[in-house]
């Protein structure tokens, strides 16, 4: 069983930051790669960053250069630092960990384990 535990979410104003936190197992930790993915109202979830078991990552392009994902191995826990927030960065935020391949790792099809998200609000 994966479970995932998201925390750190809050309302700031815009230009403000906030870091999002993840605690997760060893077993999905380093066997999946795990990802961020959003959900404002009436939209589609998605990806915004991911990294594998080796560390490398991908961004979506809304938040690259403002959005960090990073792993602490020794804890277990995924972050997310998120910088320079837009009121459209506002929506519920999760992390999830599955095999996505890396030809296609913004997929959200991939990912199987999700916690149970953690909300951020952007104030213009």
């Known amino acids: 069983q994966v479970k995932l535990m998201e925390s750190g979410g809050g309302s700031v104003q815009a230009g403000g930051s906030l870091r999002l936190t993840c605690t997760t197992s060893?077993?999905?930790?380093?066997?999946?790669?795990m990802p961020w993915l959003r959900q404002a109202p009436r939209k589609e979830r998605e990806a915004i960053a991911t990294?594998?078991?080796?560390?490398?990552?991908t961004y979506a392009d809304s938040v690259k250069g403002r959005f960090t994902i990073s792993k602490d191995t020794a804890t277990f826990t995924l972050y997310l630092q998120m910088n320079s927030l837009k009121p459209e960065d506002t929506a519920m935020y999760f992390c999830?960990?599955?095999?996505?391949?890396?030809?296609?790792?913004?997929?959200?099809?991939?990912?199987?384990?999700w916690g149970q998200g953690t909300q951020v609000t952007v104030s213009s």
């Open positions: 999830a960990a599955g095999h996505a391949p890396p030809t296609d790792p913004m997929a959200s099809v991939w990912y199987h384990f």
């Open positions: 060893e077993y999905s930790y380093s066997a999946y790669r």
């Open positions: 990294i594998d078991s080796e560390g490398s990552t």
